[in-house]
């Protein structure tokens, strides 16, 4: 019963990552009224982590499409320096 159940929530990932979201977003503002700071900056991390799986499923991101988009942007930020004046960033004095 319990295979079934978790492979159900994890079809519905957008649902789960709602609900996480929401989790961590309530447990952050009680964390934060009862002065337990750590556990607050927990459930924010939890939050954004649970943000973050949202936004990549709906993009339909896997972990092999990181390193193929960081070797992308690393060749253009080359490209991009290559052609900037010697002279840049100027010294204001």
């Known amino acids: 019963m319990a295979t079934i159940t978790t492979g159900v929530l994890l079809m519905r990932w ?18 934060r009224k009862s002065d337990y700071a750590f556990l607050a900056v927990v459930s924010s991390g939890l939050g954004i982590a649970a943000a973050l799986w949202f936004a990549t499923g709906l993009l339909g991101l896997t972990l092999a499409d990181f390193p193929v988009m960081w070797a ?13 004046p010697p002279e840049w960033p100027m010294v204001m004095t």
């Open 14 to 31: 957008p649902l789960v990552s709602a609900v996480l979201m929401f989790l961590a977003s309530t447990l952050n503002i009680q964390f």
């Open 72 to 84: 992308s942007f690393k060749e253009v930020m080359v490209e991009i320096m290559s052609q900037t």
